[in-house]
């Protein structure tokens, strides 16, 4: 399944354990340019920007899926219909979203240390902007059963900003399809959409 981290560095080629590969270290020797991250004694600046981008790459390996199920929880259409579905047992609803975009951010910081001290903090943010057109769905008992069309396009941006000096960076960027019909795993009752113990506490009593 595609990851968050696939949408911001691309596919990574699998290298020695531990160690960051393809386009993190494209990102890295981007980082060590700016000259955010200095020349240490005993660790060049390629090096400590290579050690932040595995560990950025580490932390966004989680899945697309998740991102789209999360956001379509918070305020949606599917939402809508999950509610209403889930309150009317038999309820069928097919759901049609000409176009939407959802914009999503994530950001982390990071001590770069050097036997033992820290030499600056960085963070990296990062931004997807997802575009949904055409989508078609299917939502059954609150629940996320069918997708019977929609295209998707993820853009990925990585940025690490500096505090001392002030600076900010972008260091990696892509954009690419997705096919949510591959990327939502909808058998054996499809996605919740609502937290149904919540929802059933929320109904008013007779």
Known sequence: MTTVRDIVFGELIPGKPGEAAGEVLAAAERLAGTGVVADQPQAPAAALARAVLAKVAELLDFEISDVFVGAWKTR??????????????????????????????????MDVVVNGSVVTTLTAAVTLQLTVTALAAVVEAGRLTALTAGDTTARGELLVRCSSPAAEHTVA????????????????????????????AAQPSP
Do not use: C, K, N
């Open 76 to 109: 949606s259409a599917l939402l809508t219909a999950a509610r209403e579905t889930h309150a009317t047992p038999g309820l069928r609803r097919e759901v049609s979203i000409r176009s939407f975009t959802m914009p999503w951010e994530y950001e982390a910081e």
């Open 173 to 200: 960027e892509r954009e690419q399809p997705v096919d949510l019909r591959r990327e939502l795993r909808l058998g054996g009752g499809g996605v919740a959409l609502i937290d149904e113990a919540g929802e059933v």
